[in-house]
C-alpha cells in the first residue's frame, strides 16, 4: 500500500521561506512523477509544481514560479519555496503517479496522495 506523507509546514512571515517533505512508503518510489498541490480555504486545489522521476524535468504553477524549486532523491520529494505571500496559504499535498502521462498538473494525473501539511503565511 502506498503512502505519501508530508513534512514540513507551519507558520512564517511574507518574504519568508519553507522547505516542504514529501515521504513515500509502500513503493518503490523513485519510478513515480511526483506533484505538489495546495488547497486554500473556500478554493479548489490547485497544482503548485512537479518533477518528473525519469529525467527530474520540473514543471510550475505561474504563481509559485521564480521562487519555487521542486526536487527528489530517493527517498522524498521535496518543495523549497521563498519569498512567502500570504496568497501561498493553503494545505499542501504531495502526490505520486505511477505511470506516465502526458500532463502534471491536473488531480487526475495522479494515484495517491498524501494528508497534506499546513502552510500560514503571514503579513
Known amino acids: 500500500q502506498v503512502q505519501l506523507k508530508e513534512s514540513g509546514g507551519g507558520l512564517a512571515q511574507t518574504g519568508g521561506s519553507l522547505l516542504l517533505s514529501c515521504a513515500c512508503s509502500?513503493?518503490?518510489?523513485?519510478?513515480?512523477?511526483m506533484g505538489w498541490f495546495r488547497q486554500a480555504p473556500g478554493k479548489e486545489r490547485e497544482f503548485v509544481a512537479a518533477?518528473?522521476?525519469?529525467?527530474?524535468r520540473t514543471y510550475y504553477a505561474d504563481s509559485v514560479k521564480g521562487r519555487s524549486a521542486v526536487s527528489r532523491d530517493n527517498i522524498k520529494a521535496y518543495l523549497q519555496m521563498n519569498s512567502l505571500k500570504v496568497d501561498d496559504t493553503a494545505v499542501y499535498y504531495c502526490?505520486?503517479?505511477?505511470?506516465?502521462?502526458?500532463?502534471?498538473?491536473?488531480?487526475?494525473?495522479?494515484?495517491?496522495w498524501g494528508q497534506g501539511t499546513q502552510v500560514t503565511v503571514s503579513s
Open positions: 509502500g513503493v518503490t518510489f523513485n519510478t513515480f512523477d
Open positions: 502526490a505520486a503517479s505511477k505511470f506516465y502521462r502526458e500532463s502534471v498538473d491536473r488531480r487526475d494525473d495522479y494515484d495517491f
Open positions: 518533477i518528473r522521476w525519469s529525467e527530474h
